[in-house]
Nanobody
Framework: QVQPVESGGGLVQAGGSLRLSCAAS????????MGWFRQAPGKEREFVAA????????YYADSGKGRFTIARDNAKNTVYLQMNSMKPEDTAVYSC???????????????????WGRGTKVAVSS
């Protein structure tokens, strides 16, 4: 079992920054890709960013390219999402997830992740 736990959410003004953290314990963290997803009120969950097991490869949704950065520290079993130049449309609950299989590069699909955190709320005011 893996239990990812997110932190770092909050209220920020448009143009501001937040850094989300996700600590995951319970299995060899460094063997699994990690992903960030978000769900806004009344909308489906959507992909935000993913990072390979080694950290060498990263992937972003178009909505976050150039503004968001995903990174991981395998020594701390933690993955981060740095969000800059935030917009009101970034308002959502952000969740991290651990990949289903070892040693994959990362995935846009929720089906490739089998352990999910409860999420942290992010609100961006205009």
């Amino acid at each position: 079992q893996v239990q990812p736990v997110e932190s770092g959410g909050g209220l920020v003004q448009a143009g501001g920054s937040l850094r989300l953290s996700c600590a995951a314990s319970g299995r060899t963290f460094s063997s699994y890709a990690m992903g960030w997803f978000r769900q806004a009120p009344g909308k489906e969950r959507e992909f935000v960013a993913a990072i390979s097991w080694s950290g060498a490869s990263t992937y972003y949704a178009d909505s976050g390219k150039g503004r968001f950065t995903i990174a991981r520290d395998n020594a701390k079993n933690t993955v981060y999402l740095q969000m800059n130049s935030m917009k009101p449309e970034d308002t959502a609950v952000y969740s991290c997830a651990s990949a289903r299989k070892t040693y994959i590069s990362g995935s846009y699909s929720t089906n490739e992740y089998n352990f999910w955190g409860r999420g942290t709320k992010v609100a961006v005011s205009s």
